[in-house]
């Protein structure tokens, strides 16, 4: 079982929509995912507007991908890097700590995701 960045087993991100990159609901990687989706994130406006700004649109359906689109509020498994890059601009979405894999922390200080945790 893989660990989250508390250390304790990872949680489940999200069934609807369903998340990961292996789209089994899990912030989990492997050798295949160069993107490295590995935090779990409560998506916002501010967040889908940054990350459709700098071309990585996410709130667009496509459906032939099986990818309703996000809307605020939804969790995502989303890359470690493009998160610390919202985060550097400002508009970092949420973070489900429990979901988030613990590769995270090679690109992202715990303090940091711990300071945009879901309050739960």
């Known amino acids: 079982m893989a660990k989250n960045v ?3 087993d990872l949680q489940d991100c999200s069934h ?9 609901g ?9 993107g490295l989706h590995l935090v779990c994130s409560q998506v916002t406006e501010e967040f889908l507007a940054f990350s459709k ?14 990818f309703p689109g996000l809307k605020p509020g939804n969790r995502w498994c989303l890359c470690a890097l493009r998160w610390k890059e919202a985060f550097e601009a400002g508009v970092p979405p949420a973070v489900v700590l429990e979901a988030t894999h613990i590769s995270t ?5 715990l303090e940091d995701l711990q300071d945009h945790a879901v309050a739960e």
């Open 6 to 8: 508390l250390g304790t």
């Open 16 to 24: 609807d929509p369903l998340t990961g990159f292996f789209r089994d």
């Open 26 to 34: 899990c912030c989990n990687t492997g050798a295949e995912d160069v």
């Open 53 to 66: 700004s700098v071309g990585n649109d996410l709130s667009t359906p496509h459906p032939e991908f099986g």
């Open 105 to 109: 922390l090679e690109f992202i200080d």
